[in-house]
C-alpha cells in the first residue's frame, strides 16, 4: 500500500523526572533538548526481564509495546493486513517494494518488506503520551512473519497475527526496537542516530535501569554532564568498518560495531584467568554470556574449560561455575585503569550467571541486561565513546536484580544474542 507521507506532526509533551524539565521539540525530527522516555521492565515467558517501549508506526495508531534491545539493529515491528490486527500500525506507510529479513540467536527469524514511516514514541500505551517523532523517512522493517527457526520453523507470526494469541517475541512485545550502532545497507539503522540533535544537546543517548525500584528510561540527547562526569569512566567505541566512511542521516555520527568497546575479562578462582581486549556487546535483550571461549587466545580455551560446567559432551553450551570472582577492567579514555562489573557467579540469570555459547564465530562477552543495573550507560555518538556512572545505591548489580523469586536458576534461557 503506498500512502501519501505528510509532513512530521508537532508534539508538546512536557514531564519532570529525575530533575529535567522535559519538552519534545516542535519540529519532532530535532532534539533541542534532552527528552526522557519511559522503558518498562517486562517479565517474559522465559521468567526473566527484559526493557519494553511503547511505539507507533504511522499515524492515527494506537502504541504498542516492543522491545527495547541494545544488541540488535533496526526497528522491525510485526504486522498484519488485516484490520484491527496491528493497531500500532497507521497511515502514511510508504512501501519500498524490498525484502527484509532479521535473525535473531534466539531462533526467530522475521521476513517482511521494506517500508518509510513516521515513528513515535510514547511514555505508556495511553495514545496521549507521546513525547518523540521520527521523520516520515524513517526506514523499518513491516514483518509479515516470525518463524522459530529451532523448533522446526513453527510460525510464531502470520497474515492472521500471533499464532498463540499472546505477543508474538517473548509473550510480551510485537517486535524489536534495535539500539544496536552498526551500518545496514538497507538503511534499517538506529532511529536515535537518525534524529538532528540542536546545538545545545550532543548526539546520543544514556540508559537507565533500576531494577529493583521498577524504573527505567531512556534519556535522548546528551548533556555537558553526561560527556564529562567526574564519577564516570569512558572508553572509545569500536567504528563499524563495513559503514565505510557513511554517516547517519540526520546526526551525521559515525556507525559504531556490535561489540561496540573493548576490555579485559579477568576470573579468579585458585588460578587466574586474564583475557585481554575482548570485544563487549552491550545488550539489554540477553544475559550475561560468554560466546566461543575455544576461539579465545593460545591458554586461554583450556583454562576457561576448568571453569566451566558443561551442558553437554560437545561442550557447546554451558555455563561458569557458581563462586568465581568475575570482573572486567580497561584504561579509560582519561584517568587510571579501572576495574568494573564485578561479582561472584551464580546460577542465577542476571544476578551472577555467566552463561557459555560455542556456537560458533568470534570470541566476545555479551553483557546482557545485568550491566544496567549498576551503571547509566551512556552512548555518546558525537565523541564516539560509551560511558559508565556508576549507581551511587548499590555497588554490586546482583543486589538490584528484580524480584529474584522469579529467576530460574535451573532453566537454560534461550537467549537473543
Not at 164 to 174: D, E, H, I
Amino acid at each position: 500500500m503506498r500512502v501519501l507521507t505528510v509532513k512530521p506532526f508537532l508534539i508538546r509533551a512536557i514531564a519532570t523526572l529525575a530533575g529535567f524539565a522535559i519538552m519534545a521539540p516542535v519540529g519532532a525530527q530535532t532534539i533541542n533538548a534532552p527528552i526522557l522516555v519511559p522503558l518498562h521492565l517486562t517479565l517474559i515467558d522465559t521468567g526473566t526481564y527484559k526493557l519494553g517501549i511503547y511505539a507507533t508506526i504511522g499515524h492515527g495508531a494506537t502504541p504498542a509495546l516492543f522491545e527495547f534491545d541494545t544488541g540488535a539493529t533496526g526497528f522491525y515491528a510485526t504486522y498484519s493486513p488485516n484490520r484491527n490486527v496491528s493497531p500500532w500500525w497507521g497511515s502514511g506507510v510508504n512501501s519500498l517494494h524490498r525484502p527484509v529479513d532479521a535473525s535473531y540467536a534466539s531462533g526467530l527469524h522475521y521476513t517482511g518488506n521494506l517500508v518509510e514511516a513516521p515513528v513515535t514514541l510514547y511514555g505508556s500505551s495511553d495514545p496521549s503520551s507521546a513525547l518523540v517523532a521520527f521523520p516520515a523517512t524513517a526506514r523499518i522493517g513491516q514483518m509479515d512473519s516470525i518463524v522459530d527457526e529451532r523448533n522446526g520453523n513453527a510460525p510464531i507470526w502470520d497474515a492472521n497475527g500471533s499464532v498463540s494469541g499472546n505477543p508474538p517475541v517473548n509473550g510480551a512485545f510485537y517486535g524489536d526496537f534495535g539500539m544496536g550502532l552498526i551500518f545496514n545497507s538497507n538503511g534499517i539503522t538506529n532511529l536515535l542516530a537518525r534524529l538532528d540533535f540542536g546545538p545545545r544537546v550532543v548526539a546520543g543517548f544514556r540508559i537507565h535501569v533500576d531494577p529493583v525500584g521498577q524504573n527505567a528510561s531512556v534519556r535522548i540527547g546528551l548533556t555537558r554532564n553526561d560527556v564529562w562526569n567526574p564519577y564516570a569512566f569512558y572508553f572509545s567505541m569500536n567504528v563499524d568498518p563495513k559503514a565505510r566512511g557513511a554517516l547517519s542521516p540526520g546526526s551525521g555520527t559515525q556507525y559504531f560495531s556490535q561489540q561496540v568497546f573493548n576490555v579485559t575479562i579477568n576470573i579468579t578462582d585458585r588460578k587466574s584467568l586474564k583475557s585481554r581486549n575482548v570485544g563487549m556487546i552491550t545488550d539489554t535483550g540477553a544475559t550475561t554470556e560468554l560466546h566461543n571461549t575455544q576461539e579465545s587466545r593460545g591458554a586461554l580455551p583450556n583454562k576457561y574449560d576448568a571453569l566451566i560446567n558443561w551442558d553437554n559432551q560437545q561442550m557447546d553450551a554451558g555455563e561458569l561455575k557458581s563462586g568465581l570472582n568475575f570482573a572486567l577492567s580497561g584504561r579509560p579514555i582519561w584517568g587510571k585503569h579501572v576495574s568494573f562489573f564485578s561479582f561472584e557467579t551464580t546460577s542465577v540469570f542476571n544476578a551472577g550467571r555467566v552463561g557459555v555459547s560455542n556456537d560458533g564465530g568470534d570470541y566476545f562477552l555479551n553483557t546482557g541486561i545485568s550491566f544496567f543495573y549498576p551503571y547509566d550507560v551512556i552512548y555518546n555518538l558525537r565523541d564516539g565513546t560509551i560511558g559508565l556512572v556508576p549507581d551511587s545505591r548499590s555497588g554490586n548489580f546482583a543486589s538490584r536484580s528484580p524480584k529474584k523469586n522469579d529467576e530460574r536458576p535451573n532453566h537454560r534461557e534461550k537467549e537473543r544474542k
